[in-house]
């Protein structure tokens, strides 16, 4: 069974730093481009950044580039989410993602919650 | 950049009947890489609909995709209970990588 299980959300002040963390299971991670979508309170869909399996290609969205740093570690079946400078806006809760064989998603863990506030 | 119109808003329906959700891109689609998922409150978008029309796995077959270039639908053909919810649009490929719409409410 794929399980995809976020970590790491939590209260942080503006300008300040998160690393969020979705550990994977049940697939071969390594062959997999992952996904990280965020979801403001009451809000759509969000991407925010992907990689691809051995860490290429790596994209970010406008609004997180030059912020946000994605990473794998296929050795620990994990995906990461450095976040940083964050701001108010960037509030959400993080969801990662498996990408299908024609750009869909299809697999989501349960997201972690970030929040920005002073 | 690619920009998704989902249409209606809100869908005001009752069990038993056809739902039909819109999605529009402001450009052509690559390769038909259209998704759709439901999504429940306080739960994770599920996919239903990759490839424009075909169903993800389990996924009951009174859903169904069609569309192709800048205009898809998404049908369900008769509503249960379980369907009302929000429904997203998605695509990859064209900047940016990966876009949603805004999203459909089913509800009663």
């Known amino acids: 069974e794929v399980q995809l299980v976020e970590s790491g959300g939590g209260l942080v002040q503006p300008g300040g730093s998160l690393r969020l963390s979705c550990a994977a299971s049940?697939?071969?991670?390594?062959?997999?481009?992952m996904i990280w979508v965020r979801q403001g309170p009451g809000k759509g869909l969000e991407w925010a950044s992907s990689i691809g399996s051995i860490s290429s290609p790596i994209h970010y969205a406008d609004s997180v580039k030059g912020r946000f740093t994605i990473s794998r570690d296929d050795a620990k079946n994990s995906l990461y989410l450095q976040m940083n400078s964050l701001r108010t806006e960037d509030t959400a809760l993080y969801y990662c993602?498996?990408?299908?064989?024609?750009?869909?998603?299809?697999?989501w863990g349960q997201g972690t919650l970030v929040s920005v506030s002073s | 950049e690619i920009v998704l119109t989902q249409s209606p808003g809100t869908l005001s329906l009752s069990p038993g009947e056809r739902a039909t959700l819109s999605c529009r891109a402001s450009?052509?689609?690559?390769?038909?890489?259209l998704a759709w998922y439901q999504q429940k409150p306080g739960q994770a978008p599920r996919l239903l609909i990759y490839?424009?029309?075909s169903r993800a796995t389990g996924i009951p077959d009174r859903f169904s995709g069609s569309g192709s270039g800048t205009d898809f639908t998404l049908t369900i053909s008769r509503l249960e209970p379980e369907d009302f919810a929000m429904y997203y649009c998605q695509q990859f490929g064209s900047s940016p990588l990966f876009t949603f719409g805004p999203g459909t409410i089913v509800d009663i």
């Open positions: 993602a498996r990408m299908g064989g024609s750009g869909d998603l299809d697999y």
């Open positions: 450009q052509s689609i690559t390769s038909n890489y």
């Open positions: 490839g424009a029309s």
């Open positions: 049940g697939f071969t991670f390594s062959s997999y481009t």
